[in-house]
């Protein structure tokens, strides 16, 4: 799937999110909030950089899992946008809705995902939170008992790069609902 790296990251904000007439309790939505800034357009080499990473993190990671990851991170990060999109992604990938939803709680649906998966979702929380100063060994070695060295370096470098994007789009508050994934028609 290619994606021009101008639509992927940026959003067009609206009176009201697309759909959200056809909701019924739609009358009772806040306004969407303006972005504080259209980040992609005022510094558009650091945008180009960020897709560049984006693309060569992809080629090195299970789609679907690479998914799982963004969702993870930014439930983490509170990034809108980026769930937004990413579970959208997920979910054009052949995701199940389940498997998404139980993803805030994959620790007490562990009957949904596979032990990798888990190893998976326990680096990505450590990677981005941080509190400890550091990725503890027993997290890092679960995730190398699943994962070969180029993988859990792509893994790795996976997790950083969602962490970049939930950064540009909290910092910046782009508004979520935009988003459209790329199908083989468009």
């Known amino acids: 799937m290619t994606t021009n790296a101008t639509d992927r990251h940026s959003t067009a904000p609206a ?111 450590a990677v981005t939170v941080l509190t400890d100063g550091f990725v503890p060994d027993e997290v890092y070695e679960r995730a190398a008992a699943h994962f070969d060295e180029t993988e859990l370096a792509y893994l790795i470098s996976a997790i950083t790069v969602i962490n970049a994007w939930n950064r540009f789009g909290v910092s910046t508050r782009t508004p979520a609902g935009y988003y459209a994934p790329r199908t083989a028609k468009n």
């Open 15 to 125: 009176a009201s999110a697309p759909g959200a007439d056809a909701h019924p309790h739609a009358h009772d939505r806040l306004p969407v909030h303006e972005p504080r800034m259209a980040w992609a357009k005022v510094a558009p080499d650091i945008y180009q950089a960020m897709f560049g990473l984006e693309q060569a993190v992809r080629r090195g990671i299970d789609p679907v899992l690479y998914e799982l990851v963004k969702i993870r991170a930014s439930q983490i990060n509170h990034c809108a946008v980026c769930l937004d999109m990413h579970t959208k992604d997920a979910l054009a990938a052949g995701e199940s809705v389940e498997r998404i939803i139980q993803l805030s709680a994959w620790e007490e649906s562990r009957h949904f995902y596979s032990a990798k998966e888990m190893a998976a979702f326990e680096l990505t929380e």
